[in-house]
């Protein structure tokens, strides 16, 4: 599978003199660390949105390739960056789904550049009805969320709203665990692992989390859903039940 065209201006320069006699690595984590201090999040992990996220991490020295390969006959999607210097690290992931490859791409490249994906950006923007807010991103990739916390107890507007007790960290003194936010890094995580994931599974995995958190049909995608600990505790319990399926249903050694 060809790179995309980088973006105008995404030109590879050279490393900084201070690195010269670094080692290839270090000066791959340096242009990552520099290029991650100053990024800021993306609405959504989508490749064109990743690109244009990019540029100063590819004008740092920083480059990226995607292939697809063949592997025990299904196809494997394999991201790499690597720097000038000739430093490289990759991340892989089934792509059975041809039509998946551009939003997983986009994905595993965010993750790899460390661009984190935002999902407090919406929490201060109004409901909108869920057809206003299918994008058509993959079963992998975020979408944007839909107010799910709104009760019909919630305060009327024009009413007066009752400050909540708070703990000494700020949190909320009754605050649900459950609904406790993800840090960027372990929405990454889940994601990476539902990434790994094979097709059947992951599909199985979409359709149960789409039930039981009552995400609109014409959403695609679950990515953007998946924001707090009530989300990454379900995925994880799927996948203790998958594997305990599997090794349920595999055949038994033959006795001595």
């Known amino acids: 599978m060809a790179s995309p065209p980088r973006p105008p201006g995404a030109g590879i320069e050279a490393p900084p003199a201070v690195l010269a006699h670094a080692t290839p690595e270090q000066q791959l984590t340096h242009a990552l660390a520099s290029f991650q201090a100053e990024v800021s999040p993306i609405a959504a ?7 244009h996220s990019a540029r100063p991490a590819f004008r740092g020295g920083i ?6 390969r063949e592997q025990q006959g299904r196809s494997r999607l394999q991201v790499t960056v690597m720097h000038v210097a000739g430093a490289e690290l990759y991340s892989e992931s089934w792509a ?3 039509s998946d490859l551009a939003e ?6 965010a993750m790899l550049l460390g661009i984190p994906v935002s999902t407090q950006a919406r929490a201060v923007e109004p409901c909108v009805d869920a057809e206003e807010q299918a994008t058509g991103k993959s079963d992998v990739n975020p979408l944007p969320q839909i107010c799910p916390d709104q009760r019909a107890e919630d305060p009327s507007p024009e009413g007066p709203v009752p400050l909540a007790d708070s703990r000494d960290d700020g949190a909320p003194a009754d605050a649900d665990p459950a609904l406790a936010p993800l840090t960027p890094e372990e929405v990454s995580e889940v994601h990476r692992r539902v990434l790994d994931l094979p097709q059947a599974t992951r599909r199985e995995l979409t359709t149960a989390f789409r039930e039981h958190f009552q995400v609109p049909r014409n959403a695609r995608s679950i990515g953007d859903r998946i924001t707090q600990r ?4 379900f995925i994880a319990l799927f996948l203790e039940e ?4 599997v090794q349920a249903e595999a055949p038994a050694e033959p006795g001595p």
């Open 45 to 51: 992990a989508d490749l064109a949105e990743v690109m």
């Open 63 to 68: 480059g990226w390739s995607a292939r697809l």
């Open 96 to 98: 059975d789904e041809a």
């Open 104 to 109: 997983t791409t986009g994905l595993m490249l």
């Open 230 to 233: 009530q989300h990454s505790d």
């Open 242 to 245: 998958a594997q305990v399926q």
